[in-house]
T-cell receptor
Framework: AQSVTQPDIHITVSEGASLELRCNYSYGATPYLFWYVQSPGQGLQLLLKYFSGDTLVQGIKGFEAEFKRSQSSFNLRKPSVHWSDAAEYFC?????????FGSGTRLLVRP | SAVISQKPSRDICQRGTSLTIQCQVD?????MFWYRQQPGQSLTLIAT?????????ESGFVIDKFPISRPNLTFSTLTVSNMSPEDSSIYLC?????????????FGPGTRLTVL
């Protein structure tokens, strides 16, 4: 069965530091992968998605993610974190047009 | 993109009662989904709302507990029936314009339900 693992429950970084959030998936075929962000009291917003082509995907708000088939990973990165990036981040994989979400990583940003 | 509204935004209910949550989209969409996010947890798909026919439920979710309607291409409702404290969650509606796996799903703001 398809699944998504986000091994880090919480991550704390200083403002201006770089960020990497980990995501591993289990899927038989070429996956469609997504990263969503959920800010406090708000719904989910799509940061970026991968479904084919270039394995380095650019998204909104300065985020990028790299698909690595050999590692079954789709890690999210940002070179310089802003205080407004503090939120919950969810990795997801498509399974017959339905989304399977990871458990989420809560990002805390130190001033 | 799509602008999605949900009503109510939050509610506190007594056990044994039912609550109906509405999801309204500002444009016609192909797919509508209902997710549950339990406290501190990730999102779990409850069902796919099908226009004019019965919803398609995921394993662990049944129509008697979570009846869903979708009368047209812009509106759906989810009812949480005979509620218990374990039903306390955020319920989110999502939509997409296509049926392909790479079509973006747009999410509503959610309905925060507390059952006492």
């Amino acid at each position: 069965a398809q699944s998504v693992t986000q091994p880090d429950i919480h991550i704390t970084v200083s403002e201006g530091a770089s960020l990497e959030l980990r995501c591993n998936y289990s899927y038989g075929a070429t996956p469609y992968l997504f990263w969503y962000v959920q800010s406090p009291g708000q719904g989910l917003q799509l940061l970026l998605k991968y479904f084919s082509g270039d394995t380095l995907v650019q998204g909104i708000k300065g985020f990028e993610a790299e698909f690595k088939r050999s590692q079954s990973s789709f890690n999210l990165r940002k070179p310089s974190v802003h205080w407004s990036d503090a939120a919950e981040y969810f990795c997801a994989v498509d399974s017959s047009y339905k989304l399977i979400f990871g458990s989420g990583t809560r990002l805390l940003v130190r001033p | 993109s799509a602008v999605i509204s949900q009503k109510p935004s939050r509610d506190i209910c007594q056990r044994g009662t039912s609550l109906t949550i509405q999801c309204q989209v500002d444009s016609q969409v192909t797919m509508m989904f209902w997710y549950r996010q339990q406290p501190g947890q990730s999102l779990t798909l409850i069902a796919t709302a099908n226009q004019g026919s019965e919803a398609t439920y995921e394993s662990g979710f049944v129509i008697d507990k979570f009846p869903i309607s979708r009368p047209n291409l812009t509106f759906s409702t989810l009812t949480v029936s005979n509620m218990s404290p374990e039903d306390s969650s955020i319920y989110l509606c999502s939509v997409s314009f296509g049926t392909s796996g790479n079509d973006e799903q747009f999410f509503g703001p959610g309905t925060r339900l507390t059952v006492l």
